[in-house]
């Protein structure tokens, strides 16, 4: 099994910043692909950034330019640096991992959740 525990949200003001982190433990390791997926209340839960071992990262169209994933791998770490923050990027923030090389957003392929952290972004 593979434990992750998100850390990070909070409330902030329209333009703002927070960092995500996620920290990875368990039968864990490197070469794990890992990803940011997000719910607002009735919405389905959307990825918005993955990484693969080989830091090969993709992002939501939504998120482009102001969102930026990254992995530490020597502390198992996951990391998302959101800058730019708007009102519809409230959501709860779900951190996902899987073995092997997954370079797709698609939340199927990912086996492994943490519980989520709430941001709240307000006008």
């Known amino acids: 099994q593979v434990q992750l525990v998100e850390s990070g949200g909070g409330s902030v003001q329209a333009g703002g910043s927070l960092r995500l982190s996620c920290a990875a433990s368990?039968?864990?390791?490197?070469?794990?692909?890992m990803g940011w997926f997000r719910q607002a209340p009735g919405n389905d839960r959307e990825g918005v950034a993955v990484?693969?071992?080989?830091?090969?990262?993709s992002y939501a169209d939504s998120v482009k330019g102001r969102f930026t994933i990254s992995r530490d791998n020597a502390k198992n770490t996951l990391y998302l640096q959101m800058n730019s923050l708007k009102l519809e990027d409230t959501a709860k923030y779900y951190c996902?991992?899987?073995?092997?090389?997954?370079?797709?957003?698609?939340?199927?392929?990912?086996?492994?959740w943490g519980q989520g952290t709430q941001v709240t972004v307000s006008s």
């Open positions: 996902a991992a899987t073995s092997g090389d997954v370079c797709s957003r698609y939340r199927g392929y990912f086996a492994y």
């Open positions: 368990g039968y864990y390791d490197s070469t794990y692909s």
């Open positions: 990484i693969n071992s080989n830091g090969w990262a």
